[in-house]
């Protein structure tokens, strides 16, 4: 069977008494785990781990590496011409997709430790490498001991019945074939006009990271006097993230944002002038930025229900995940997964999995106990049990989410465990900051649990296609958790020395969801009155955009983050549709969507790896900016960060156009 191509009926359900049998036979014995998959694919670990991290931060949004590492495992392979590597091209981009599962379960909760120490200074709140580390690594590990079993279920059994978008769109990067080494260099070129465009920006102060409505004095006096303000940052990272999202989920996002920020906050200053926001400001005479500080909580609730209608809509999977363990553990399935297995069903022995699940459960409870939990039994007991019970029951919902739309509402789910933790925690005894602190481990462990299994279940469907051995896929899943993780932790604390996560400093490092976190569970630590009313406005919304059948998490997703990280998003996705739809042939529009994802997979992959560098820089104490960085707010920054921008999507078009 040529390399080529995949069987026909790979993306179909199989008919009564067919067998799918995937590209390299269960007979065969590919190359699959060697010297050359495990270097390349640590290495992508740690790069991507690097780049997702500081862009999720920065902005909010996670871009999945898969398919960047994927283009990259191709093109080596094909430009030093190594004979049949698609076994090992599968094993490179199994392991160095660990970066972004783990990224998300760090950044999405952890960060918020930062802003909490930064709001209460005398609660002596510590953050360290070895705690953020270790919530990384046992949630990572929990997550794929928690999904193996559900291989054969998700994977095989409804074979032909999930789209698995992302597993899709890898696999067949993977059987490019001739083309393999064609798209090395274009990846590489746009890396590094992405990478040298935002490091003109964030080291040099080249120009504005941001075009705003009030680059000049009659837009400032606009924006008092009627609250509408505009912002568009300019990176090239954002622009390549808004190609790959697509128009439609960029559009829905956007919306999010129009509705708090240009109807929200103006109706909030017209109808509710004396209203009181923080620091004493009323809403007559605050900023719009000031209050969307307020309205976002708005965007809270919208993400919390989200989550629940995620919950909601998987509930049979969650019902049946019971009786899919309980025969995945039992002895007729251990006698399945011997030597007569065929090679492309094997799994890790499931002895071996609840083993490693009760190493799993200890270490965890040692963590909560000597670290998190300040010594007190009770309240490790209690913390273990919330994070295993939610781990294991949202398992199934996350993979369900990977497979049906590529997307994890991991942010939602996180959020409902940390309102339980802190329900629970608080009705035990625990609250205050110290409640808080544990809170947010406890989510961090679950949401990176979460991340994790939603993502692995792409690399074993893509094995599945293909025919890897999902027991070596499983195996050295564990490797590159390890790395990810200390990568992510590391990336995490450069950042908040150089930046810095302060309630304040959200236009410099967005951390949306962390923000989130810290914002729901900090009313229910400290006895406080949460804006229970903002909230379940959100939830409302939430509920009727789901009505509708547009995706409540996008929607609440653009309520939450600033205006200038979301505007750039619907620039991208607008370019990939002008792109994608200038020709009559539908082959061309698709060729020419292609190259665009490849040059906005380097645009996203360089910004994001010289912002980590720009912000290495910062942490050792070297400040190149022009000016001192005055420039870069000034009109004529702001002018020039306009010309360069609109040059760079110029670019990305040509680029994208020459495809005939």
């Known amino acids: 069977m040529s390399q080529n191509s995949i069987p026909e009926n790979a993306f179909r359900p199989l008919k009564e008494g067919e067998e799918y049998e995937p590209l390299m036979p269960a007979k065969a014995n590919p190359r699959e785990v060697t010297a050359w998959s495990l270097v390349w694919g640590l290495l992508m670990a740690v790069i991507f781990s690097a780049a997702t991290a500081y862009l999720g931060l920065k902005v909010g949004q996670v871009f999945e590496a898969a398919i960047p590492i994927t283009i990259i495992a191709v093109g080596l392979a094909g430009a030093t011409k190594r004979k049949d590597p698609l076994g090992e091209n599968v094993m490179i981009q199994s392991i160095g997709a660990c970066s972004g599962m783990i990224v998300a379960g760090a950044i999405f909760t952890l960060p918020a430790l930062y802003i909490l120490d930064a709001k209460f200074p005398d609660a002596d709140i510590t953050v360290s ?78 120009w504005a990271e941001n075009f705003t409505s009030t680059f000049c ?79 976002k909580d708005i965007g809270i609730g919208g993400i919390a229900m989200a989550g629940i209608i995620g919950v909601w809509n998987s509930r049979s999977v969650i019902l049946g995940s019971f009786s899919l363990i309980r025969a995945a553990f039992s002895k007729k399935d251990e006698a399945e997964n011997t030597k007569e297995t065929p090679r492309t069903q094997r799994d890790i022995s499931m002895k071996i999995i609840a083993i490693a699940l009760v190493v799993a459960f200890l270490a965890t409870f040692l963590f909560f106990q000597l670290d998190v939990m300040g010594g007190n039994l009770l ?60 809170a947010l481990v406890m989510g961090g462990v679950v949401c990176t649990a979460l991340a994790s299994a939603g993502a692995f279940i792409t690399d074993l469907k893509i094995g599945y296609w293909l025919g890897s051995t999902p027991a070596k896929q499983q195996t050295y899943k564990f490797l590159g958790i390890l790395v990810s993780a200390a990568t992510a932790a ?34 229910m630590m400290m006895g406080k009155g949460a804006p229970w009313l903002l909230y379940g406005i959100g939830a409302v919304i939430s509920l009727v955009m789901n009505a509708c059948g547009i995706s409540a998490l996008a929607f609440a997703l653009g309520m939450f983050i600033p205006l200038q990280l979301n505007l750039p998003l619907i620039v991208g996705g607008a370019l990939n549709w002008f792109i994608t739809s200038r020709s009559k042939d539908a082959s061309v529009n698709a060729a020419r969507g292609e190259r665009g994802t490849l040059l906005a997979s380097g645009f996203i992959a360089g910004g994001a790896l010289m912002g980590v560098v720009s912000a290495a820089l910062t942490f050792m104490g070297l400040n190149l900016a022009i000016d001192g960085g005055n420039w870069m707010t000034s009109t004529g920054g702001q002018l020039l960060s306009l010309v360069a921008y609109i040059a760079l999507i110029v670019y990305l078009y040509k680029a994208c156009m020459k495809v005939k």
Request: aromatic share 12%.
């Open 129 to 206: 490498f070895f705690e953020v580390f270790l919530s990384s690594l046992l949630g990572g590990v929990i997550g794929i001991l928690f999904l193996i079993p559900f291989r054969k279920y998700f994977v095989k059994e409804k074979h032909g019945e999930y789209p698995f978008p992302e597993a899709t769109a890898s696999t067949q990067v993977l059987l490019s074939g001739e083309g393999q080494s064609s798209s090395a260099l274009p990846l590489v070129i746009a890396s590094a006009i992405g990478g040298i465009y935002d490091f003109a920006v964030s080291t040099f102060g080249a």
């Open 379 to 438: 309240y490790s007991c209690v913390a273990l049990a919330i994070v295993f019970v939610i781990s294991f029951l949202f398992t199934t919902v996350a993979a369900n989410a990977i497979a049906i739309v590529g997307s994890n509402p991991v942010s939602g789910m996180t959020l409902m465990t940390l309102i339980l933790a802190s329900l629970v925690m608080s009705t035990v005894g625990l609250k205050g900051t110290s409640g808080m602190v544990a």
């Open 490 to 523: 590391g990336v995490i604390m450069i950042l908040n020395e150089a930046y810095g996560f302060t309630p304040d400093n959200s236009d410099v490092m967005a951390a949306p969801q962390a923000r989130a976190m810290a914002a729901v569970i900090e009313p």
């Open 217 to 295: 004095s009659l837009g400032e006096q606009f924006a008092m006097k009627t609250k509408l303000y505009f912002s568009c940052n300019m990176s090239a990272a954002l622009l390549g993230m808004g190609y790959i999202i697509g128009l439609k989920y960029a559009a829905i996002m956007c919306a999010g944002s129009v509705l708090i920020w240009w109807i929200a906050v103006p109706a909030i200053a017209i109808f509710w002038p004396e209203l009181q926001l923080d620091k004493g400001v009323v809403a007559g005479a605050a900023t719009p930025q000031e209050i969307f500080k307020y309205a």
